[in-house]
């Protein structure tokens, strides 16, 4: 990340001691440092955040941050409110969440402005209210990366079927547009069907399931979070003697989202083609890294960073728009890729 601070040697000793490179940020700011970080966990139903789960757990006891003790709300609002509520509550100085309704967290966001208490969001981008990072990969290109991958994959004829997140997030809202708008523009010959699943496999299998029934042609699916979609998915293709291999007659192209270790070992045993890799290590990195930052009063400006990604500015802050590369049977063994780093 390229640094800009008021002082060289104070730069210095900050990347000593946090083991990390300092993003472009305006100032160093001044701060008193200090105080316990709140962080909620959005849901444990899902093989991407419990990854997650494990990466700020590890750098909490490696000390990035003093942190309350950790909370989950389950994909439910009204716990997260609820959690949130409860870190002020403990004295939190700064918070650390992951809210998967993104309209509905809005009033939270005023009452912990009021208190002069941060906000880091983690892989979604509040509709509304301010935040001082918002840590997330770009979403839209997501959506617009799978499009292109199924599109040349087939050909540009075909019927694909798209498992939409729940429209109430940014990130199912992101992906959806993406992928709708470069299929419509780039590949007309290919005939999509969009199934709204609110991220839940069950509603995914059904309504694959009735969709495979109506069109057995079906040559392309994409999933938009293989944390919870691919054992499903996998199952019912299994069950209905689908799973064929890439280049032979009948193979459906799959794509994913996420680049857990398990989409890993589907696209080794080419069972489905590719998925793209949310950088589960970096958002629990930089969401701790941020929230040490907050605590010290440093302020970010929009540019490059030297870890790969890119700040920008949003409403009401700022995000940090981490890199998710494309995995398929080419790289998947690549060493650098989060799932492969994890002990199994």
Not at 113 to 140: C, E, L, Q, W
Not at 234 to 241: I, R, V, W
Request: charged share 25%; net charge negative.
């Amino acid at each position: 990340m390229r640094v800009r601070t008021t002082s060289a040697a104070a730069c210095a000793v900050l990347l000593a001691v946090t083991a990390l490179a300092g993003c472009n940020r305006d100032s160093a700011g001044s701060g008193d440092g200090g105080g316990r970080v709140g962080i909620d966990l959005p849901r444990s139903d899902s093989d991407f955040w419990n990854s997650y789960q494990q990466y700020v757990e590890k750098g909490v006891k490696g000390g990035e941050v003093e942190a309350l003790p950790l909370t989950n709300s389950q994909n439910d609002i009204g716990k997260l409110v609820a959690n949130v509520r409860t870190f002020t509550d403990q004295g939190a100085k700064a918070v650390v969440m992951a809210p998967q309704d993104t309209g509905a967290i809005a009033e939270t966001l005023s009452t912990l402005n009021g208190k002069k208490i941060p906000v880091i969001s983690v892989d979604t981008r509040p509709d509304k209210g301010s935040v001082y990072m918002v840590v997330r990969a770009d979403n839209k290109a997501y959506g617009a990366n799978a499009c292109k991958y199924l599109g040349e994959q087939l050909g540009g004829k075909g019927k694909v079927v798209e498992f939409q997140g729940d429209l109430s997030s940014i990130n199912g809202r992101d992906r959806s547009q993406a992928f709708k708008a470069c299929m419509d523009k780039d590949f007309p010959g290919i005939e999509v069907f969009e199934l709204a699943t609110d991220w839940k496999g069950d509603v995914a299998s059904a309504k694959l399931q009735s969709t495979l029934a109506a069109h057995p042609d079906i040559n392309g699916i994409y999933m938009q979070a293989g944390g919870v979609f691919l054992q499903p998915t996998l199952a019912l293709l299994e069950q209905k003697k689908l799973l064929k291999p890439a280049g032979t007659p009948g193979h459906i192209t799959i794509i994913s989202n996420d680049g857990i270790p398990e989409e890993f070992d589907a696209i080794r045993a080419g069972k489905i083609d590719a998925t793209i890799s949310q950088p589960a290590d970096l958002y629990a990195k930089y969401a701790l890294y941020y929230a040490g930052a907050a605590l010290d009063g440093r302020t970010f400006k929009e540019g490059p960073t030297d870890h790969g990604s890119r700040i920008i500015r949003i409403p009401g802050g700022y995000e940090d728009q981490l890199p998710a590369p494309l995995v398929t049977e080419e790289n998947v063994d690549d060493p650098k890729l989060w799932a492969n780093q994890l002990e199994r």
